[in-house]
């Protein structure tokens, strides 16, 4: 089902609702421009909105310009950072930037939302191209075109450069942390290559490398919310990809099902085990279920944008009739500039 849209004045690439309960409302949305030529010139922006499914209602609260964005993460939920909820921003010009969110009222039902950074750290003279938080919002990683990763560490508001190192022959799309494991980091790249690498010892030397498994980049990696043991990747070759990674140092591919477009994201459901939405790229979003014994799925398909599907997520923490927690998705697609706002028309419960 269908209920709102809207169309934005650059390319966008990336939606994420905020997680942080007193702003489940509240939808982040980037934006990446490349303005050709001479002296190529990459814009981009992040927009905050305001989600009311009942109401069908996509309000625009407030924008920030920036470089071109490839990524934005919100600070995960039960990390005590300080503030209220933050925002990290990965961009072509080299940057992680982290933002807070503003209220101009102590009214949540009323209230003015705004972004206002905190800090900044230009860690490369390559683009940043991905970002993730650990589970205590201390540390960031970062995915580089170059090839490298970074960590950074996030303290009393500063960002500072940890660690760095070459991971990958291509740009690295892909870079995030084990959340049940935060010492642990995955990399993907357009080299094919899905790497995990362990910060506690020397980053040049990886606990494992697969570079047979993906036939092309590997767009995405995405922990289970639900399995610590379980892990899936995204890739250009067409394939989600679910993986047992109890064996560190040697994961198994358990599952893998083909979308028919490249698998640019993937994100977790907020509270039914199994169940991710993808972005597709060509073929639009897929809701899907990953079940015990490697059966994969396809519960939904949506194709209701006309370019690029690259930004996907779910609304959480809704409660809808009978105390039933509501499924309300954010999904966006690059050249069409297009944010939909829709309803799953599956039971994801069941």
């Known amino acids: 089902m269908d209920i709102a849209h809207c169309y934005l004045e650059g390319n966008t690439d990336a939606v994420e609702f905020c997680p942080h309960a007193d702003y489940s409302h509240t939808l982040a949305v980037s934006t990446y421009n490349l303005q050709e030529g001479d002296n190529p010139n990459r814009s981009g922006s992040i927009s ?70 905190i ?42 450069l940890l660690q760095e190192w070459k991971a990958h022959g291509f740009e690295t799309w892909a870079a995030s942390f084990n959340p049940y494991q935060p010492h642990l980091i995955y990399s993907g790249s357009d080299d094919c290559k899905f790497i995990c690498w362990d910060l506690r010892v020397q980053p040049s030397s990886p606990v494992f490398q697969n570079s047979k498994s993906h036939m092309m980049g590997v767009c995405c990696i995405t922990m289970s919310k639900d399995t610590p043991n379980t892990l899936f990747t995204g890739s250009y070759d067409e394939f989600f990809r679910v993986w047992d990674v109890r064996s560190i140092s040697k994961p198994v591919n358990e599952a893998s099902l083909g979308l028919g477009g490249g698998v640019w994201r993937i994100k977790n459901h907020p509270s039914v085990p199994g169940v991710v939405l993808t972005a597709c790229m060509h073929n639009g979003f897929a809701i899907l279920k990953a079940k015990e014994g490697g059966e994969i799925e396809v519960m939904q398909t949506y194709k209701k944008h006309e370019s690029l599907a690259y930004g996907a997520d779910w609304q959480r923490g809704e409660i809808g009739e009978g105390g039933r927690k509501k499924n309300v998705i954010a999904t966006c697609s690059f050249y069409d500039r297009l944010v939909r706002i829709w309803a799953p028309e599956c039971d994801v419960f069941a």
């Open 119 to 160: 800090d900044s750290e230009k860690i490369s003279s390559s683009m940043c191209l991905c970002v993730d938080w650990n589970p205590s919002a201390t540390s960031v990683c970062a995915g580089l075109s170059d090839g490298s990763v970074s960590v950074l560490s996030f303290s009393e508001s500063k960002l500072e």
């Open 48 to 117: 905050l909105f305001e989600v009311d499914a009942d109401a069908d209602c996509l309000k625009l609260l407030h924008r920030v310009e920036a470089s071109g964005i490839f990524d934005i993460k919100w600070n995960p939920v039960g990390s005590n950072t300080g503030f209220g909820p933050l925002l990290a921003q990965a961009d072509s010009s080299g940057y992680i930037r982290v933002h807070c969110v503003e209220t101009s009222s102590d009214d949540l039902e009323n209230k003015g939302v705004a972004l206002r950074e």
